[in-house]
């Protein structure tokens, strides 16, 4: 799996520095609001998800217009909205899935530049620096090369880690009902700090050094630290993103009983001492 990385920071010395400099920032701004933050936007980033998501669905299935893919992507950052638990128990399950299928499936992976030489020679016989557009298929073509690669891992793979993968997925399904706090706050710090990951690196790579070989050069040490932010970031959302308490209907309606209660009886005595005076 690392040398997929390695392949890619090998490819991205080639590409329009426009193309890895903007998306690393916002990789990294977004990051750290996931990472800190998340459990106190949850609703946000269930919007923003929803509506990327439909975005998407629109692009592919309706066409290019920008209209309809607004619709899609607004109508979805709606239900998204709506269905916020469910949905952001459901990108928990997935991103638990993810990760357990990338470490159990590393070793059934094949480098795509190794099981591909025409495709080798296609990077090899690029330019020393591509243009914008032709950096962006070239992204395009390394993404789907990897994607061909991974889609008969599965298969491969023995039952057992299959068996792991599903137990994850279960495991945060039901987390996500039944510790909801605890699997949200895990999960939007996770993704925080992958998206950290990828945006220093990509701004790195920006940069003209080489940050995939020094991160697998001691993949031991940048685990820790990948296990130690996603440790802080859960801790502190758990801590500090309380959010707001809501007062139950239940009492709500009880305080306007007694309120109109003690209405009566102050009226009725206001009353009783009206007509003692009076008589």
Known sequence: MLEIFQNFEEMAAKLSPKVLGFPGLLAVLLGLLVWLGGLA????????VGALSGGICGFYFIGRDIIPVAICGGVAAIIAMVLEKVIITIIAAALAGTLAFVFLAAPYIDNPQESNPAYQNEIS????????????????SFALHVVEEIKPVYSQMPIERGAIIAVLVVLFLVGGFFLRRLTFALCFSVTGTMLLFLGMILLLLY????????????PLIYAIVFLAMAAFGTIEQ??????????????????????????????KSERAQNDWRAS
């Open 41 to 48: 936007a949850k609703r946000v980033l269930a919007a923003f």
């Open 125 to 140: 016989a690029q330019s020393p620096t591509m243009s914008v557009d032709v950096s962006k298929e070239r992204l395009k």
């Open 207 to 218: 940069k003209g050094t080489s940050p995939v070989s020094h991160i697998c050069d001691k």
């Open 238 to 267: 758990l801590l500090l993103c309380k959010g707001a308490k809501k007062i139950p209907v239940i009492k709500k309606q009880a305080d306007k009983v007694k309120g109109k209660q003690a209405d009566k009886v102050k009226g």
